[in-house]
């Protein structure tokens, strides 16, 4: 059984920790006026044009920054475990460019699910790297795509499923009217929609046999009952092993991809990396530790654009708690974590 005592952030060494396996229960619940709100909203915001979506966002970030939401407690709580090395000053100082960030992220879902496709992608201004991508297609042995929650991994989705056939995972959402909407506009550009369980396992294992493209966030917690505890910034969190066995099983390259939100609402640029650590490996533990090492190195070269806000240590090793509960203090790992 998991333990719900409560707990900091402790340190760890580089051994990932197993968990009990327990069967992931369907979250969501019907809600159709909060799925009419949530779409009535981004219509009203599809109404705009980038550079006023990119000065509201901003705004609302500052207000989640000064206002001492819960978007920057948790922000607060990941930067003082993930980066002890850090100053107070200076991590004080992430969290309010991570929140102004984040709310231009949200202020631009509107736009990037509304919008006519060819207006969506007219958004992204300059590529980098992009000519991996072209080679592992033509390798002809599919293309693993990782996408963490760094800069708007929505649009990254979208592009790469303008250049390809694409299969792209998501998490289903807590409001199950809202969820055919989400699908619809990501999938817009061709891109097919795999649920995060065992269908939608198949259906991205069938993408790489038929020598497709698929899409993963890879730094989203997979749920109890699934994964494993490895580190990330040193701090054990539950991370997905599904990358690791895709990747070994059907010897696929893997590519990191983002799409940088660049400054005074100029658009996007979009980065395609390959990973200096191989991720496919039978052992898909070790595999693991080497997509949470590539992922922290890829958000390391753009910090205030990571998703600091996500609650990444919700779910943790037994006998920890959940540090993001009200009168939990997080504990930073300082001197003491194992690299």
Known sequence: MESDAEGPLEPQSLEVQHRKARAPKRSGRSRPFRAWLGRTALGLGAKLDYPTLYRLGGAAGRALYRCGSGERRATGTNLEACLPEWTAEQRDQLARESL????????????????????????VVETRGLELFERALAERRGVILLT??????ELAGLYFSSLAPLTAMYKRPPVVEIESFYNAARGRLGAKLAPN??????MVMRALRNREVIGILPDQDPGRGSGVFAPWFGVPANTTTLVAKLAAKSGAPVLLVWCERLPQARGFRVHVRAPERTIGLEDAVQGTLALNLELEALIRSAPTQYLWSYKRFRNRPEGLGNPYREGVNAQTVGDRRTR
Do not use: K, M, Q, Y
């Open 197 to 202: 369980d065992a269908g939608g396992v198949t």
């Open 100 to 123: 102004i960030e984040t709310g231009r992220t949200f202020a631009e879902f509107g736009a990037l699910w509304c919008w006519p496709g060819p207006r969506v992608l007219s958004l």
């Open 148 to 153: 963490p929650h760094l800069g708007a991994w």
